[in-house]
């Protein structure tokens, strides 16, 4: 387990930076989203080869059980912020560079009743940090872009790529390693600092 772990660290970072090569503008898609995690997955496998001879098989029971909402867990508070938010008369939407069966797990885990719009990339057509996927987000929420916060974990994703659309941007800290490149940019350790 320890080994297999040790190796999925070393894949995800490998595997972004080939996608990313591969599709220079960011396009996304389910079959995008999905090859993507079948290249991601062989690559975590190829040191061990029974898992490897097996790799299709444990790809699709993976796929069956993330693309449900009880693999997840919200942060603690998830509910009450999102649903604080709303009585405050905040529009709140998700964007996110997944496939589009974030929209059942957010449905199955109640918290896509709490936003006013979610956005994948695969129904933007673009990953985040690409502008595309930003201004159908805008749209959604119904603001000029100066007046939207963007909030994300991400700095070159969420932070950069939401500044680069003309929105404001808070990062989210996860970890002692996260400090960001521009100290001018709001930073929370915890959503529930948003209602602050």
Same mark, same amino acid.
């Given at each position: 387990?320890?080994?297999?772990?040790?190796?999925?660290?070393?894949?995800?970072?490998?595997?972004? =930076?080939?996608?990313?090569?591969?599709?220079?503008?960011?396009? =996304?898609?389910?079959? !995008?989203?999905?090859?993507?995690?079948?290249?991601?997955?062989?690559?975590?496998?190829?040191?061990?080869?029974?898992?490897?001879?097996?790799?299709?098989?444990?790809?699709?029971?993976?796929?069956?059980?993330?693309?449900?909402?009880?693999?997840?867990?919200?942060?603690?508070?998830?509910?009450?912020?999102?649903?604080?938010?709303?009585?405050?008369?905040?529009?709140?939407?998700?964007?996110?560079?997944?496939?589009? =069966?974030?929209?059942?797990?957010?449905?199955?885990?109640?918290?896509?009743?709490?936003?006013?719009? &979610? !956005?994948?990339?695969?129904?933007?057509?673009?990953?985040?940090?690409?502008?595309?996927?930003?201004?159908?987000?805008?749209?959604?929420?119904?603001?000029?872009?100066?007046?939207? &916060?963007?909030?994300?974990?991400?700095?070159?994703?969420?932070?950069?790529?939401?500044?680069?659309?003309?929105?404001?941007?808070?990062? &989210?800290?996860?970890?002692?390693?996260?400090?960001?490149?521009?100290?001018? &940019?709001?930073?929370?350790?915890?959503?529930?600092?948003?209602?602050?």
């Amino acid at each position: 387990e320890q080994e297999f772990r040790a190796r999925l660290a070393e894949a995800w970072p490998k595997a972004t =930076s080939e996608y990313r090569s591969a599709h220079l503008d960011l396009e =996304s898609s389910d079959e !995008l989203e999905r090859d993507a995690w079948r290249r991601f997955t062989r690559m975590a496998a190829e040191p061990f080869p029974e898992l490897l001879r097996r790799h299709e098989e444990w790809l699709q029971r993976l796929f069956r059980h993330f693309d449900e909402a009880p693999a997840w867990r919200p942060y603690p508070g998830a509910h009450e912020l999102l649903a604080q938010l709303r009585r405050r008369g905040v529009v709140v939407g998700v964007v996110s560079n997944w496939h589009t =069966s974030l929209h059942q797990i957010l449905e199955g885990l109640a918290l896509k009743p709490l936003c006013h719009f &979610v !956005l994948t990339s695969a129904d933007a057509g673009r990953k985040k940090p690409h502008p595309r996927i930003f201004e159908q987000a805008v749209r959604l929420a119904g603001f000029d872009p100066g007046d939207i &916060v963007h909030v994300g974990d991400s700095w070159d994703d969420d932070v950069e790529g939401a500044r680069a659309a003309g929105l404001e941007a808070i990062f &989210v800290r996860r970890g002692p390693s996260a400090a960001p490149p521009d100290p001018g &940019v709001p930073q929370i350790d915890r959503l529930a600092q948003l209602l602050d």
